[in-house]
């Protein structure tokens, strides 16, 4: 009998498709619960379900999402399921109140405790009373670093949940390394972009002001003035980000020194082209799928000192660290590595080596497993052991039927 899993995440839920097919490979039965497009699911031969929320919105639709959660979920028949992601790691537990085991990962605190807005700053308290709320009807809640793991501890976040550390949900190294070496030579992509001999600064995710585009945007006249040949390429979706895009203008105001390239399916074989990463967001993020695609390429980085990013990039070592909002230091620290090549190499290996041996899809996916098994025999062991083996054998009956 193989313990049915559903995983319920967001709009980029399909990102976590490589986690899925290793949880399957190790005896889950699979299913993806998301707002998106269930398209590459469907490629992987993974079973997918919709649901639709707002995730711009701060109210409104929660009550309907929980509803839908609820019945979609008891459709399904789970043994266990796992969330991503800030609205649905809410709506999740108080979707299921305890019938099923519920795992749920802080993948980031996002916008509410990034941002100083005044709506930020309100909203805070009712986030913190919704996650203690949801807090009571998880199993266990999963941290991707230890500062929002110590957040959760100081303000008495967690309930009666379990808490413990895993660094993300994984990268898979070798798919990574396969789709650079299908992908046209550097100096071929390079030409297809006019960028022939420039020193390329790349920057991949949302292309938000949360992100830190218009501090990167302020470095770019500073860059310039020390290194003509520069270019800024920036990959990532932009139209689709609603109140918290940057202004088509903002992003055009520099010309040709700034390329921008919108959301690609391509990742690893631009990060080819690029000779420094540069992530200055200021999230409070998880751990940063961007930075580890970024260092299996071998690409030092420069990133801010946000959570997340510090569980990355070692200050010195495999890139820097420079606050956020601050265009001045984050253009000396772009500066100094396009200036010294040697060091940009060493530390571009450094990541590599460190991102394979920390990050890699194995051991995290490992980590996961021991976590769904541990809480399935704690469940049979607090006397719903019958119960377990009930819902799976009368599933399978279902299905035979």
């Known amino acids: 009998m193989r313990p049915h899993l559903v995983c319920v995440g967001g709009e980029d839920h399909a990102l976590r498709i490589p986690f899925l097919m290793e949880l399957r490979d190790r005896g889950f039965e699979v299913t993806a619960v998301s707002s998106g497009d269930e398209a590459p699911f469907k490629r992987h031969d993974i079973a997918h379900r919709s649901y639709r929320f707002d995730r711009f919105a701060t109210g409104s639709g929660k009550a309907g999402a929980v509803r839908t959660l609820r019945a979609l979920i008891a459709e399904l028949r789970p043994d266990i399921v796992q969330s991503f992601d800030t609205k649905p790691n ?51 809640t999963v941290f991707q670093n230890r500062d929002d793991q110590a957040f959760f501890h100081r303000y008495r976040l967690l309930g009666s949940s379990d808490a413990c550390l895993i660094g993300g949900s994984g990268v898979d190294v070798g798919s990574f390394a396969a789709a650079r070496r299908l992908a046209p030579p550097a100096t071929k992509m390079r030409e297809e972009f006019g960028l022939q001999s420039a020193e390329i600064v790349m920057f991949v995710g949302r292309l938000t002001r949360q992100k830190g585009i218009p501090t990167l945007l302020k470095a770019v006249p500073k860059v310039l003035a020390k290194r003509t040949d520069a270019r800024f390429v920036l990959i990532g979706p932009w139209q689709s980000e609603g109140p918290f895009a940057v202004d088509e203008a903002e992003l055009q105001r520099h010309g040709s020194h700034v390329v921008v390239l919108g959301k690609r399916q391509d990742v690893p074989a631009l990060l080819g082209m690029a000779d420094v990463f540069a992530f200055p967001t200021e999230y409070r993020e998880g751990i940063p799928r961007v930075l580890l695609e970024a260092g299996l390429a071998e690409l030092p980085i420069v990133a801010t000192s946000m959570p997340g990013c510090n569980d990355v990039v070692k200050e010195g070592w495999n890139g820097y660290l420079v606050a956020p909002r601050d265009p001045n230091a984050l253009a000396d620290r772009i500066i100094e590595l396009l200036a010294d090549r040697p060091l940009a190499r060493i530390m571009g290996s450094r990541s590599a080596e460190f991102v394979r041996e920390r990050f890699g899809l194995p051991g995290i996916v490992d980590q996961y497993c021991d976590l769904y098994r541990r809480t399935l025999r704690d469940q049979a062991g607090g006397g719903h052991a019958h119960a377990l083996v009930s819902r799976i054998a009368n599933r399978r009956l279902d299905e035979a039927r």
């Not at 309100?122 to 709320?133: E, G, K, N, S, V």
């Open 90 to 140: 809410i709506l999740t537990p108080l979707a299921m109140r305890r019938q099923v085991p519920v795992i749920r990962t802080i993948n980031g605190l996002g916008w509410t405790f990034s941002s100083l807005a005044p709506r930020a700053l309100a909203l805070r308290p009712i986030f913190c009373a919704l996650q203690w709320l949801a807090s009571f009807w998880t199993a266990a």
